[in-house]
């Protein structure tokens, strides 16, 4: 299997696919009509990128490309859909970086709060302001809104509650009953908790119904010099309604992601919030801590190798959660060469387009059952001529 890595990942992530039997092609900064160009020449079985956008043209470049994996959390830098579309499965490697995440909001959050950045910057410049800096309000006893609960969030709340602070939370997923357990108070909507913290910090993955989800009405009933911050996606917030509140009520924000980020790791920048002094921007380094990058790496090394030895993708995300199935063949037969083959012969004459199948097989290898569901209309006569194929023992056919 020929892996093609288009971004940089550790020698002991090419030791470890090497040592699986995978042909390792390691090509870091690899991107655009250069990334196309390679997966055509090369036409890998997998390709591994970080933040390397995959678009359409990358994926049909390379007809025998089976695997993506997205060394890092999200996804959104990969044409999920056209891989879809294409029979490619798409990966990534969640949970990896929530610490590093988690520290730098906390980071973020004491940097808004002590203007550390202003300090530092200051002292540089030969300026001392004790006056002014000495009026910090302090985070203990503040209440910190989490806008997504998932691994990162809840990394989040540890350090939260290490500094007594108070915690709300909102989640898709959040119930009372776990809100609860997890001893933080529980909100129906991200904006009950930016209405009722000091302190909201974002934290959901970016999805088209995420697009925005910080927008003018979030925004508008955060209290007067609040905190916003966000190390998640630039999509998730409306900008120019931040803008209004920072400059409206006085918000001010700390941002690791934001609009038009530069795709290079150096080079010139500038960006409207830039000169805000009410805003903090860092470089997109939520997971870039050596202990967050390893371990990102070496869990993409892991979802190669399930993949090559048992063909199983971990972590998969563009398998659909429910098939279109309408109803389901049970076919108990002897396991025997071409049963299945004739079976499945039967089913395209009737026009069956199977959405799923399992074949598990009894003690001693002599019978099996086979489970097919298929979309398509369950014409009984098609089940009966299945039922007096040979080595058939029993079909039923049920509607889902």
Known sequence: MTVLLADSLSQSVMDRLHAA???VDNQPG??????T?????????????????????????????????????????????????????????????????AELTMGLIL?????????????????WNKALYGKASGVKGKTLGLVGMGNIGQEVLKRARGMDMNVIAWSRSLTKERAAELGVGWRGSPVEVAKDADIVSLHVASKPDTKKLADAAFFEVMKPGAFFINTTRDAVVDEGALKQAIEGKGVRAALDVFS??????????????????????????????EQAQEAIAQEAARVVESYHTTGDVPN???????????????????????????VLNEMSIANWNVQEMENVVFDEGRAACAYIRFDGFADSSAADKIAVLEDILAVSLIEL
């Open 111 to 127: 940097s808004l709060d002590r203007s550390i950045p202003d300090n530092v910057m200051d002292a540089r410049n030969g300026v």
């Open 260 to 289: 038009d980020e530069p795709s290079v790791k150096t080079g010139a920048f500038s960006h409207e919030l830039a000169s805000n002094t009410s805003v903090y921007l860092t470089h997109h380094i939520g997971a870039s801590t």
């Open 30 to 35: 690899l991107k655009g009509e250069e990334l």
């Open 316 to 342: 998969c995300v563009n398998l659909a959660a429910q098939s279109d199935a309408t109803h389901q063949l049970t076919v108990r037969h002897l396991d025997k060469v071409g049963v299945l083959a004739r």
């Open 37 to 101: 160009k390679a997966l055509s020449t090369l036409n890998p079985q997998v390709l591994v990128v970080r933040s390397t956008k995959v678009t359409e043209a990358d994926l049909r470049a390379a007809p025998g490309l089976e695997l993506i994996v997205r060394a890092g959390a999200g996804y959104d830098n990969v044409d999920v859909s056209t891989a879809s579309g294409l029979g490619i499965f798409v990966a990534n490697c969640p949970g990896k970086n929530s610490a590093a995440v």
């Open 21 to 23: 039997g995978c042909q």
